[in-house]
């Protein structure tokens, strides 16, 4: 399967919040043994809609929008492996200082890394799991996802997927 959303302010940016919440609800379900997620610069937008209460692993956030740093900690308590990789800019901190401290409250430290890249060349933005890899232009930002003009593609080939895996492991470890 290949599905590539082209978004802007006024066009398709539920299209791209309605695949982010199908992609991290389905991690839920059945979560990957390494998800990968690059973006140089992101935000902990509300990820999945858990307003009844449909997924389990997140009945300790309460029955309201999970946000992104709140689903990567749930997968990391559920055995994935959670890498996030994002660079040393002082926007992305309220982030990466709230999925450490999520990581230490569920006891899962171990299964959650985040590489910041200091060199200012990480441009890749991308989410990778067992069996899909979604990349495009588009930062996991509230801007990237509501605002701005983004190109985001989804694909579950295998061998793209297996190169996928390859790649991101390469750059910033994890588990294949």
């Known amino acids: 399967m290949n599905r590539v959303i082209r978004k802007s302010s006024a066009q398709s940016s539920s299209e791209v919040l309605d695949l982010l919440g199908a992609l991290f609800a389905a991690e839920l379900i059945h979560p990957s043994k390494t998800l990968w997620l690059i973006s140089p610069w992101i ?16 009945t300790r956030f309460g029955r309201r929008p999970i946000r992104l740093t709140e689903v990567l900690a749930a997968l990391a308590a559920e055995g994935a492996q959670i890498v996030v990789a994002t660079t040393t800019d002082n926007r992305n901190d309220t982030f990466t200082r709230r999925l450490r401290q999520l990581a230490r409250d569920l ?4 299964k959650i890394r985040i590489e910041a890249d200091a060199t200012g060349r990480l441009h890749t933005k991308s989410i990778t799991g067992d069996d899909y890899a979604l990349a495009g232009s588009m930062n996991i930002t509230r801007h990237g996802i509501h605002l701005r003009e983004e190109q985001v593609e989804l694909k579950t080939d295998s061998e793209y997927v297996a190169q996928a895996r390859t790649d991101v492991y390469g750059r910033f470890g994890g588990e294949l």
Do not use: H, M, P, Q
């Open 107 to 110: 006891n899962v430290e171990d």
């Open 43 to 58: 935000t902990d937008v509300d990820v999945v809609d858990n307003s009844v209460g449909a997924f389990s692993a997140l």
